[in-house]
């Protein structure tokens, strides 16, 4: 079980939280194609390494926020807020 | 399925007490921008809403209306007090801001009082140590299975506050914890 | 029978003044506190003590803890039964019971040992090969019932669990001397410090040797505040820190049912010192699983810790120094040791034992004496075909070298690395957040150990960097612990029945890697996971393929270290705590007027209210018909509630839900469906609108913590810059449904506004008012057809409003209503029941919602989902009513529709089905394909064989023009 900083309520266990899944998702218009909006719902990178993805503190204050985990390791290296959208 | 009802509120074992405080009034005093509405509320009700984590108790215990405000999230802070007058005061104090609005949730979200100098390993028990306050904190987390708030109310005392839905479950766990550490004593 | 006791001082753990009566297999036998089960068993001259797991051969004690592979037990104690329990580690208490696994009827008189006949024939993969033809399953339940050690209790567990979570500077693992050192040293350096230590007593293998070093550290540990955990386990490394461990407190509460048994330890560690000492390696010799052959480390621990000689004459088949050490300790006990049987070349021997014959560069090639050692053959190492020459004892003792115990270090991701000298595998640098100290970490000189483990406490302690292990210490042994040549049968594994000939086999199969090797033989996955064996298979597997040890490598250690109960993972978690359920503010109330709880999702509450005569289903109807006939009286708390707030609520709720919610006037309310991003319906309910920028919603019962999660994310991640609240009140008010066309008539007498009355309130509407000195908010809106308030009051006030509105409802011919009654009610209706007459592909289209969608203007949630050619397919399945062709045969629900028997395509199938007592007919609603078209269409609906011929109907049977809804 995980450690997670939630930002708003520092160090807690991971059974708190809740995963969203890879973080920063553009969500396509009502116009997109068929392709771009079946990517949108369906296909994930499934990196060995970092990994940017969101968390909500599910049992806490109820905040989603970013996280960079390492998928390997699962060294958590930074989080960072829900609208905030690091230059890779 | 029937449950069995438990109507005591009172239980003890291996030196800690938990109680169900009968009095509890709980309104939830939610904002975009805590800053923003701090003065009115400050005014409305003597007292800011705390910085993250925080429980702020304003006014001496026994005292004519004390009342508490614990800071659960980024968006909402929970006032208790032990009548409905602090809540009302608040209403009337803050009007119709489109800052800050104030949500009742008395009755629904139950309170129990767990104080000895073991209630902290009765909340070991519980959940998570990360997720335990100290005194004059307020942490959210998992308890029981389920969302308590747990607020470091007094030295060797803390007040749990849980959905009502799930008071009898949190109570049970409390119970059985409490008669496991009554029976490790008596070994 | 050939263990006996040994005279004081031998015996450092055990109290001669205290003896314990126990029972092994039906016979009563003594102990004395301190002893284990094996070593109580040893002294009572006890040698067989199982049978293995695939052949049934005779097994005695084989070592003195977690490496245990054959004296395994299952206590029996009333109707409580642990099975599968280390006699090695289990300490003795009286009243104690227990019995050999896998054998029928006795140990002594095994039916399954006939198969020791068969073994030729079941080598490794044996499963895969031989029981293939002509079908597994013919052969399963013999193979179910002779395979498999301990039996388990079908009661229900009634001793208790518990969990605890702490926080750890350091916490070290194992309380031998190392472990101590470690821990005294962090703890005297200012570390919160934690010592978990397996055994009754801290102290390790020195402590029962009487060490007064070991005494020292004790103290001083008590003096620097280490918290000491005795009896408890280490079982596992988790992420981040995590160490979890299990605390058995059966031995302090012997016999006591319904006590505290087992506590789970969540220990949250900045640093981990695994202090876990290293596990004895046993030789390979032809009969090396006979009773009286065990390892030489544990025959000394049981001489001296627990006065307990395992035979009187021992052979000590060796390739290690440590073999010279037993002999001499063993001899000054008074046991005969016969030789020294050293498989290593005379250069390689770094000790020896005085008065002690040595066979340098020889084995074993024979034991003699199947159910117990009577005597054993020995040859030249380089000549083993060689008559030999024969020993004669009554135990064979293995000293093949050691194991260091490095599976904390690899659960922790820690690399290892091979030891040409020694032998062995030991950490190759330090794992992320744990650090190996003493046997565990290669380091086998006592003095080293000790000043290497100091000082990666105090490091840990004050964050300096951490020494490397002084590796070293224990001699040279060889990687083979077998002379090659010999023939017979040698086992590898003990527990699993793995002998060095399936290795081989393994090998000439192609079975290279070393995880296929563990899986095709099973080496190493029985309950010891191969703590006797995985390096013995290792070097074979070498051998077999040209490669070294290291070439090999590991499998993966995972956790647990030790089999954990399933009791002590599970905690608290046990009956009405197994989920949380939830509860009704006013179930009394309904207890009191009948009611029979069913769980519903997390939900405790009502299914109907069976009169004494009456079975639930016949109580469900009385009270559906109650209902249209008259007034209905229901719980309807549970319902979802949801308060949105904001100068932009409206247009989040339109973002949201699939109808317009931004075009409802303050107190009117509309119904609304809600989909996930794939357009699949996931929730449904009413919105409604108590100011400009103030909405109530009401989302299903068992779907508000999704629709409340589902709410969040999108304010927070996709639309943050809109300005809405959303605060869950489901737990602050209670809900009191009154309907029926008498609804009214009930409610003008319990004092409510004559405002709240049909003519002035309409459907689809809300309003507040007071009841008794509360607030009440009031919904029109209706799930059963009939005329329906929805009175939601403060929680406190729900059992007042309940009596109040039942003392005017009974004398108007009215009753409470259940769930059952409910969905009798909504089927009648044809509303939807979401997740019944739904699943994860049903679109709104699909239940008859997809008019009008394009000229709204939010982009909702799923809406684009809805474009896709799928969902616009026109063979989509649609819900319809069906009705059977005979008027009288009830659709079972899930019931395939086709029109040929199956197996065949299907068109659909029944999601809702009952008994209608006011139609006096079975009504069911379906998922059909093309279902819309379909109307007064015959199908074959088929269950179990049979086919009813039902017609295709409009889901509406009653009121479809929907008057009864206005009163």
């Keep these: 079980m995980m450690k997670i900083p939630c930002p708003h309520c520092g160090v807690r266990d991971e059974n708190e939280f809740q995963c969203g899944g890879t973080a920063h998702l553009a969500r396509p218009a009502l116009d997109a194609s068929d392709r771009e909006w079946g990517e949108y719902l369906y296909f994930r990178d499934n990196p060995k390494g970092s990994h940017r993805e969101r968390w909500r503190h599910a049992y806490g204050c109820g905040r989603w926020f970013n996280v960079v985990r390492d998928t390997l390791t699962h060294e958590i290296s930074a989080v960072y807020p829900i609208t905030e959208t690091p230059a890779r | 399925m029937v449950d069995a009802h438990d109507t005591a509120e009172r239980w003890i074992g291996g030196g800690v007490t938990a109680e169900r405080d009968r009095t509890i009034q709980v309104a939830s005093l939610r904002y975009f921008d805590a800053a923003q509405c701090a003065a009115r509320i400050a005014s409305a009700l003597g007292g800011a809403p705390p910085a993250a984590g925080r429980l702020e108790r304003h006014g001496l215990p026994g005292s004519a209306e004390p009342f508490a405000m614990l800071w659960r999230s980024p968006s909402e802070t929970w006032v208790l007090a032990g009548s409905p007058a602090p809540i009302d005061a608040l209403r009337r104090g803050l009007g119709t801001t489109e800052a800050a609005w104030l949500v009742d949730l008395s009755g629904g979200v139950l309170g129990i009082h767990l104080a000895g100098t073991r209630a902290l390993a009765v909340l070991r028990r519980l959940g998570s140590s990360l997720s335990i306050p100290r005194l004059g904190e307020a942490r959210t987390g998992r308890f029981a299975d389920v969302t308590v708030t747990v607020a470091g109310w007094h030295a060797d005392e803390y007040l749990l506050l849980v959905e009502r839905v799930f008071y009898e479950h949190l109570v049970d766990w409390i119970r059985e914890t409490l008669a496991d550490l009554r029976l490790e004593d008596d070994r | ?225 280490v918290t000491l955990l005795t009896r408890t386990v280490a079982f596992g490394v988790y992420d981040h820190g995590l160490l979890c461990a299990t605390e058995s407190l059966a031995a302090a509460t012997p016999g006591t049912h319904g006590a505290l048994r087992e506590r789970l330890w969540k220990i949250r560690a900045r640093s981990i010192v695994s202090a876990q000492g290293a596990f004895e390696r046993p030789m390979l010799f032809p009969g090396n699983d006979r009773p009286g052959v065990m390892l030489a480390g544990a025959a000394e621990k049981y001489a001296h810790a627990h006065a307990t000689a395992c035979g009187r004459r ?249 089999p954990v109960s399933f009791g002590a993972l599970v905690g608290r978690r046990v009956g009405n705590r197994y989920r949380p359920l939830k509860r009704l503010p006013a179930a009394g109330w309904h207890a009191e007027h009948g009611a029979l709880f069913e769980l519903f999702g997390n939900w405790s509450r009502p299914a109907g209210y069976p009169r004494a005569d009456e079975s639930l289903e016949s109580a469900a109807q009385r009270e559906a018909e109650t209902v249209r006939g008259a007034v209905g009286v229901f719980d309807g708390s549970p319902l979802g509630k949801i308060e949105i707030w904001g100068a932009d609520a409206a247009e989040f709720l339109d973002l949201m839900y699939v109808g317009t919610m931004s075009s409802l006037a303050p107190g009117q309310a509309r119904y609304g469906l809600l989909l996930n991003e794939h357009g699949v319906i996931v929730d449904d309910g009413v919105v409604a609108r108590l100011g400009t920028g103030h909405f109530w919603v009401n989302t299903t019962s068992a779907g508000v913590e999704r629709t409340a999660a589902a709410f969040e994310e999108w304010l927070q991640c996709e639309y943050p810059n809109l300005r809405a609240l959303v605060t869950p009140v489901t737990s602050r008010w209670g809900n009191v449904t009154v309907s029926g066309p008498k609804a009214w008539a009930t409610l003008a007498t319990i004092g409510l506004d004559r405002r709240f009355a049909p003519e002035t309130m309409q459907h689809m509407t809300i309003a507040d008012g007071e009841f008794d000195g509360s607030p009440v908010r009031i919904l029109r809106a209706s799930f059963t057809g009939e005329l329906s308030y929805e009175i939601n009051v403060p929680v406190e006030r729900t059992r007042d409003l309940l009596e109040r509105v039942w003392a005017a409802a009974a004398p108007l011919g009215g009753c409470p209503y259940g769930i059952e009654a409910l969905e009798i009610l909504r089927t009648e209706k044809g509303y939807l029941h979401v997740g019944v007459d739904t699943d994860g592909t049903t679109l709104p289209g699909d239940v008859g919602f997809a008019r009008g969608l394009e000229r709204k203007r939010a982009n909702f949630v799923g809406r684009r989902s809805l474009l896709r050619p799928a969902a616009r397919n026109p063979g989509r399945s649609r819900l319809v009513g069906l009705k059977p062709a005979d008027g009288r045969t009830r659709l079972p629900v899930g019931a395939q529709i086709a029109n040929a028997p199956p197996p065949t395509a299907t068109e659909g199938h029944v999601t809702s089905s009952h008994w209608s007592p006011t139609l006096r007919a079975p009504v069911a609603l379906a998922m059909l394909a093309r279902g819309a078209e379909r109307l007064g269409e015959t199908v074959g609906v088929h269950h179990l064989g049979q086919r009813i011929d039902a017609i295709v109907v409009a889901t509406s049977w009653i009121d479809p023009e929907g008057k009864r809804l206005h009163g």
């Design chain 3, 1 to 225: 029978m050939s263990g006996f006791r040994l005279p004081e001082p031998h015996g450092t753990r055990i109290d001669r003044t205290r003896p314990i009566p126990f029972l092994f297999n039906g016979k009563v036998l003594a102990g004395f506190r301190g002893d284990t089960l094996a070593s109580a068993l040893l002294a009572n001259g006890v040698r067989l003590v199982g049978r293995s797991y695939k052949l049934h051969r005779a097994r005695g004690v084989f070592g003195c803890g977690f490496e245990e592979p054959n004296a395994i037990v299952d206590l029996v104690d009333g109707e409580r039964r642990t099975p599968d329990v280390r006699a090695t580690t289990l300490e003795l208490t009286e009243g104690l019971a227990a019995q050999s696994v896998n054998c029928w009827p006795s140990v002594g008189l095994d039916f399954g040992a006939v198969l020791g006949a068969f073994a030729p024939f079941l080598p490794a993969g044996f499963y895969y090969k031989t029981f293939m033809w002509p079908d597994w399953h013919w052969f399963e339940p013999a193979i179910r019932w002779m395979a498999g050690l301990g039996r388990t209790s079908l009661a229900p567990d009634r001793d208790r669990y518990e969990e605890i979570c702490v926080d750890a500077d350091v916490a070290v693992v194992g309380g031998g001397i190392a472990g101590l050192s470690a821990a005294v040293a962090a703890a005297e350096a200012g570390a919160a410090t934690t010592l978990l230590c397996a055994a009754p007593a801290a102290g390790g293998a020195l402590g029962w040797r009487g060490d007064a070093t070991v005494r020292a550290l004790l103290a001083k540990a008590g003096r620097a505040g």
């Design chain 3, 314 to 562: 021992a052979v000590i088949a060796a390739n290690a120094d440590s073999a010279y050490a037993v002999a001499r300790s063993l001899r000054a006990a008074g046991i005969e040791i016969v030789a020294v049987v050293d498989r290593r070349p005379p250069e390689s021997i770094g000790a020896h034992a005085e008065g002690v014959r040595c066979l340098a560069h020889h084995g074993i090639r024979q034991v003699i004496g199947g159910r117990g050692v009577r005597g054993c053959v020995v040859v030249d190492a380089d000549a083993p075909g060689d008559r030999g020459e024969r020993l004669d004892c009554d135990l064979i003792l293995s000293a093949g070298g050691f194991a260091p115990a490095v599976h904390l270090h690899s659960q922790a991701k820690g690399r290892l690395r091979w030891l040409e000298d020694a032998a062995m595998f030991v950490p190759d640098g330090a794992a992320p957040g744990l650090h190996s100290v003493g046997a565990c970490a290669g380091v086998f000189a006592r003095s080293a150990a000790l000043e290497h483990a100091a000082e990666v406490g105090r490091s840990l302690a004050l964050g300096f960097t951490v020494p490397p292990p002084p590796v070293g210490g224990a001699g040279r042994s060889l990687a083979s612990s077998r002379i090659p040549g010999v023939r017979g049968k040698i086992f590898l594994d003990l527990q699993n029945d793995v002998t060095v000939s399936d290795v081989s086999l393994a090998a000439a199969e192609n079975y290279r890697s070393v995880e296929h090797l563990k899986r095709y033989t099973t080496t190493g996955m029985a309950t010891d996971q191969g703590k006797t064996s995985n390096v013995n298979a290792l070097v074979l597997m070498g051998e077999a393929t040209q490669r070294a040890p290291a070439e090999v490598g590991t499998t993966t250690f995972r956790p647990p270290f030790a």
